[in-house]
């Protein structure tokens, strides 16, 4: 999806490219308080983390929701969020073509000797 994708969606969501003060609020405790190891967040520490500085739970869940959609958080599992990843690495998943290089042709039926072997 290119940039322009992205921006045309979320616009689509009503969400506007600059953070809201909620969504601020959430990301500045994720920094803060964040082991740079491990992006895996701890949901009801943050949730009582933004209640202390003033966030109701409504306001979290909105927030964190928008959060997902704007792509700086990360579904990893059942009820598992992290924070993304700040570059893009390529998704290694064991039986998933990776790249599109991984989908052409061997080299044989790309230049026509394939036909030669199949008959």
Do not use: W
């Amino acid at each position: 999806m290119t940039p322009e994708d992205h921006a045309r969606r979320l616009r689509d969501l009503n969400v506007t490219p600059q953070l809201n003060p909620i969504e601020s609020t959430i990301m500045s405790l994720l920094r803060t308080h964040h082991q740079e190891e491990d992006r895996i967040i701890d949901v009801p520490r943050l949730q009582d983390e933004c209640q202390r500085n003033g966030l109701t739970p409504q306001e979290f869940s909105q927030g964190f929701v928008r959060l997902l959609i704007r792509r700086l958080l990360e579904p990893c599992g059942d009820f598992t969020y992290a924070l993304a990843a700040e570059k893009e690495e390529p998704l290694v998943v064991p039986g998933i073509i990776k790249d599109r290089q991984d989908m052409r042709p061997p080299v044989a039926a790309r230049s026509g000797q394939m036909e030669s072997v199949r008959r």
